[in-house]
């Protein structure tokens, strides 16, 4: 009965840390919103737009202007990685290379929703690069007349997004963990999905009494 509350009470105790996104809020500028996820197992960056399906609508990252040479993402009728050229109100040019990859283009009513990815550093000086450990990103958006991407704009303006942690605490279930031998003598391994990161395990005994501390770092520790 001892080695089977070792190794109940072992399960309860893990302290468990899981695989981390960071991304901001469903974001509304103007007659847009913007959404921006940030994958650090994949370095991908997921970006959502949501704007009017009769216009075309833009992004321009890490800037509060248009900047020479700053990335801008725009979907017309198609979606195009572009950059500045200009710090005048011109359209953006079209990347000799797209690094986004279209994930889906949905329109319901008169609303258009485009989702892609693209990796987080591409090689191509006019993307920007992401990084997980950023906490904000200042942006420019406008929205024009039609789908034909031009200089003119309807409604245009700056926004900073802020990112945050994203925890997936809801897809953990004991069955991303195993321990075995069970019951065990003292001596056991610990197999876990490659989801959930284990910091450190602390192991009781029958009467809740402490008996070891655990690091992760340490692949097999034994109990006399």
């Not at 080695?3 to 509304?28: G, N, W």
């Not at 248009?66 to 198609?78: A, H, P």
């Not at 031009?150 to 700056?158: D, L, N, Q, R």
């Amino acid at each position: 009965m001892k080695k089977a509350s070792l190794l109940i009470a072992l399960l309860a105790t893990m302290q468990v840390t899981f695989a981390q996104q960071r991304e901001t809020a469903l974001t509304t500028i103007g007659s847009m919103k913007v959404k921006i996820n940030l994958n650090q197992a994949t370095s991908t960056a997921t970006i959502t737009l949501i704007g009017p399906s009769t216009k075309w609508f833009s992004i321009g990252l890490n800037t509060s202007s248009m900047s020479v040479n700053k990335d801008v993402i725009t979907f017309g009728t198609t979606l195009l990685d572009q950059y500045f050229t200009s710090s005048g109100h011109v359209a953006p040019t079209t990347d000799t290379t797209n690094n986004l990859t279209l994930v889906s283009n949905t329109v319901s009513g008169t609303t258009r929703t485009v989702v892609m990815t693209r990796p987080f550093s591409t090689g191509d000086a006019k993307d920007y690069t992401f990084t997980y450990a950023m906490t904000s990103l200042g942006i420019v958006w406008g929205v024009g007349p039609s789908t034909t991407v031009t200089a003119e704009h309807s409604t245009f303006g700056t926004k900073t997004l802020t990112f945050a942690d994203v925890l997936a605490n809801e897809t953990f279930q004991l069955k991303d963990i195993a321990v075995t031998p069970n019951p065990s003598t003292g001596v056991f391994n610990i197999s876990k999905n490659d989801m959930v990161d284990i910091k450190t395990i602390r192991v009781f005994d029958a009467n809740a009494k402490l008996i070891r501390e655990i690091s992760t770092l340490d692949s097999q520790q034994s109990f006399g």
